[in-house]
């Protein structure tokens, strides 16, 4: 699976948080990534609850989302180089310094990298990819992919790789056999729309179980 980095600009406002929540767990959900869902939200909110406090309100701001190997890395880029964040121990009774804290504890790492005119704060979420563009290990790819390999058979199975072309192949193949299916199904009498339409409700519940 290709995760391209995207940026998403926006201003520092704290009605701006709900929003870049929902859009961040909408991506995960289509890189196949909902299982660091949560945590990469708690990073967004303190993330921008960080640049409001410290930066200030309404400064201009991007989200940035981008794959670091296996981890997914969540930014936040604004136009402050001197406000650097800065890990505190809150007690029970403070009002703040618990922002950092909570992005330390939910991330594998985290850090600053600083620009000639901004500077990048981020977060590396622990996920449970082999590669940074394969899948989550999930019972279900692994028996689609022994498929779609028994499925290609011979020598077209070795194209079922990794790189551009090897995807290209994949999805290829696994159009191929959902068209086989289908004319299976029609030929013992079913109802190929009607399959499709479960199919993709069984799909969607899978992917979203609370949703």
Not at 2 to 18: D, G, M, N, Q, S
Not at 45 to 73: C, D, K, Q
Not at 137 to 143: L, T, Y
Request: charged share 25%; net charge negative; with cysteine.
């Amino acid at each position: 699976m290709t995760r391209k980095p995207w940026e998403l600009p926006f201003l520092a406002e704290p009605e701006e948080v709900a929003a870049l929540r929902r859009v961040m767990r909408l991506h995960l959900r289509l890189w196949g990534l909902s299982d660091v869902a949560d945590a990469a939200e708690i990073c967004v909110s303190e993330l921008v609850a960080n640049v409001i406090t410290h930066v200030g309100a309404g400064t201009p701001s991007a989200l940035v989302v981008e794959m670091n190997g296996t981890h997914l890395r969540v930014a936040l880029r604004d136009p402050d180089t001197r406000a650097l964040p800065t890990l505190l121990s809150a007690g029970p009774d403070d009002e703040s310094g618990r922002g950092l804290a909570m992005l330390d504890a939910v991330s594998e790492r985290w850090g600053v990298t600083l620009g000639a005119d901004s500077k990048l704060v981020w977060c590396d979420l622990a996920t449970s990819l082999v590669s940074s563009g394969g899948h989550i290990n999930d019972p279900r790819v692994a028996k689609s992919e022994a498929c779609l390999t028994l499925y290609a058979g011979g020598a077209a199975a070795e194209n079922l790789g990794a790189g551009r072309a090897g995807a290209a192949f994949q999805e290829e193949a696994a159009i191929d056999l959902i068209a086989d299916l289908l004319h299976w199904l029609r030929a013992h009498g079913h109802d190929p729309d009607e399959a499709l339409d479960r199919a993709q409700l069984h799909f969607e519940a899978e992917l979203d179980p609370a949703g």
